[in-house]
């Protein structure tokens, strides 16, 4: 497996963080302009009475959607404090305790292979929140013990890890510690990969060297980009020669930057959109070539055959939420066939009425989806290790709730998606993609 990723030659002359008049100056017309558009998304919704939505959650996807659209700069480079005090939340839970650390730069040994980058972007010591349910102790890992480390999504341009409920309500209903990982958003020279990457090894070697946890006691989890940076994290371990996480769970991974499944023409009720996001991937990916955009790396849904054996060999076993009319639903789907045929334990759950990261939408927009409990109950097959690896369902949703709700990729859809991925990744290799 490759891991020498090739830098820009030139400067960089992209998207990058604008200030926060800018910021301003950019946001106040959409808002207006969103707000204006509100009768027209309320007919909308009474007229087509779209599945899966209420016109509460309808009218508030929309107007995402819109400032997404309307509002094309990035907003300004995090300040340090930002990173530290935990921002206004979305929410909490009662029954956890949140204890913040200091975590220690990513040490030298860590810092080649995919971490390998130019002079501007250093470690950084970053602050890390762990988070404890009722119950549980603190302190340094028990023996049988394991934790969930939770990376947040955000584009890579926003987010914090306390920014909505969903670490504190997953601690408080899988009744492990959650360890939330915070990491630099990439909108300037010094915080672009490979940041995230050099912050993500830290908060591992925090939880495995300082913690105590062997790499077999830790599921890695992440929604969106915090998904696209655990595979990453998992990329970098294997390339350094250090063991893997005992699994992997993914909340709508964003796993293609060249943004160019058929998806993106189709799924137009998601809330993402693609000039907003190829700005966040510019920005993101300042210091590379970019033709790295397709590589595995920063593309792991373009994968070739075979590059995921590592995993397999591991016994890293994985689980994959994603939404059924999401942005990200062939990407996600392509991720899953092509672990699948390297041997990796996978199960897939798909939402079918879902959005972009709707188990954390849950946590922030009460509904009565079952995105949040599907994906907790996930966490807690990878938690006790109960996954086959052709498993296609999980408990406690029966059979029957699942068809009525969501739908999951079966094998014969995966086997009959092979070939799909295969002409897509010939058409990319043309250059042929949108």
């Not at 009744?175 to 939330?180: P, T």
């Not at 655990?230 to 005992?246: D, F, R």
């Not at 029966?398 to 969501?406: F, G, L, Q, R, V």
Request: charged letters at 20%.
């Amino acid at each position: 497996m490759p891991t020498a990723l090739t830098l820009r030659r030139g400067a960089y002359t992209g998207p990058t963080g604008r200030h926060a008049v800018v910021n301003v100056a950019a946001a106040l017309p959409a808002v207006l302009i969103a707000l204006a558009a509100l009768p027209v998304s309320t007919i909308r919704y009474l007229l087509t009475r779209p599945r899966g939505f209420t016109l509460k959650t309808f009218v508030i996807m929309r107007l995402l959607r819109l400032l997404n659209q309307l509002v094309a700069v990035l907003p300004p480079p995090e300040a340090r404090r930002r990173r530290w005090v935990p921002p206004k939340t979305l929410g909490t839970h009662p029954a956890v305790k949140i204890e913040t650390v200091q975590v220690a730069r990513a040490q030298h040994a860590w810092r080649g292979e995919y971490a390998a980058g130019p002079d501007s972007v250093k470690p950084l010591d970053m602050p890390g929140y762990i988070i404890t349910p009722s119950g549980v102790a603190s302190g340094p890992a028990r023996a049988s013990e394991k934790i969930v480390m939770y990376i947040h999504g955000g584009a890579y341009i926003l987010g914090h890890p306390l920014w909505t409920a969903f670490p504190h309500r997953l601690a408080a209903e899988t009744g492990r510690r959650v360890y939330a990982v915070q990491y630099r958003k990439t909108l300037d020279d010094s915080t672009a990969f490979p940041g995230p990457l050099l912050d993500a090894l830290a908060a591992w070697e925090y939880v495995t060297k300082v913690m105590g946890f062997s790499a077999s006691q830790i599921i890695l989890s992440g929604d969106s980009a915090g998904a696209h940076l655990s595979l990453m994290l998992v990329h970098q371990l294997h390339a350094l020669g250090e063991a893997l996480p005992g699994g992997l769970a993914l909340v709508s991974p964003w796993v293609d930057f060249t943004c160019s499944f058929p998806c993106w023409n189709t799924h137009n009720l998601d809330y993402i959109t693609r000039a907003k996001l190829r700005k966040c991937i510019d920005s993101a990916t300042r210091h590379y070539d970019d033709d790295e955009k397709r590589s595995a790396f920063f593309s792991p849904a373009l994968a070739k055959l075979g590059h995921w054996r590592f995993l397999a060999d591991a016994g890293t076993a994985v689980f994959v939420s994603v939404g059924g009319i999401e942005v990200f639903t062939d990407e996600a789907e392509a991720l899953v066939t092509a672990m699948r045929a390297d041997g990796v334990p996978v199960t897939f759950w798909k939402d079918q009425y879902g959005v972009h990261d709707t188990p954390i939408l849950d946590c922030v927009i009460p509904t009565k989806s079952q995105a949040f409990k599907n994906f907790k109950d996930g966490v807690l097959g990878l938690l006790r290790m109960e996954m086959a690896s052709d498993a296609e369902t999980l408990a406690p949703p029966s059979p029957s709730k699942a068809s009525e709700d969501s739908g999951v990729l079966v094998d014969a859809e995966a086997e009959a998606r092979q070939g799909e991925v295969s002409d897509h990744e010939d058409e990319l290799h043309e250059g042929e993609q949108e």
